[in-house]
């Protein structure tokens, strides 16, 4: 299942849209959108997703937002192949680029498509987001765990 379709990354390209007879055509685009796909398939299986690829039904805004990611890899892709040696593609990679960083460090993607046990918290969060709580110390209890030194010589 492909994030984006050629329709849409067509809209995109406007007066560079593929035809059946273009320099990319549109069987070509179809192509390079799968293999964007499956780029982001790929950043999303390394950043712990469990199910790839994601669906509607898994976050509708969640999958929104791939398919948007989708398309500017896509336009980008495109407009390097019509374009090779001209800058008309940046902008369009820059926010692909931008885009499968932060899916990498798992800062946009939803929590409950992350694998893992629900409470896993990491270390340092913890003490933030559990301020109201005490620790069980248990056998350290009030044990002194220092000792000093009282024969009055020079401790170094």
């Given amino acids: 299942m492909a994030y984006s379709v050629a329709a849409d990354v ?3 390209l406007g007066p ?3 035809t059946r007879t273009s320099t990319v055509t549109t069987v070509d ?3 390079l959108i799968l293999e964007i796909d499956n780029q982001i398939n790929a950043v999303l299986q390394g950043a712990g ?3 790839v690829p994601v669906v509607l039904g898994d976050n509708a805004t969640f999958f929104n ?3 948007s990611v989708s398309l500017w890899g896509s336009v980008a892709q495109t407009l390097m192949a019509l374009f090779p040696d001209g800058t008309l593609h940046e902008f369009w990679q820059d926010k692909y680029d931008k ?3 932060t899916l990498r460090n798992k800062e946009d993607i939803p929590t409950q498509l992350l694998g893992g046990a629900s409470d896993d918290v990491p270390i340092d969060t913890y003490l933030t987001q559990n301020t109201a709580e ?3 110390l248990g056998d350290l209890e009030g044990a002194h765990l220092f000792s000093v030194d009282n024969l009055s010589s020079e401790p170094w």
């Fill in 16 to 18: 560079y849209a593929t």
């Fill in 65 to 67: 937002y791939l398919n």
């Fill in 99 to 101: 885009a499968l960083k």
């Fill in 29 to 31: 685009l179809t192509t």
């Fill in 49 to 51: 997703v469990t199910s």
């Fill in 134 to 136: 005490e620790a069980d």
């Fill in 10 to 12: 067509d809209r995109l």
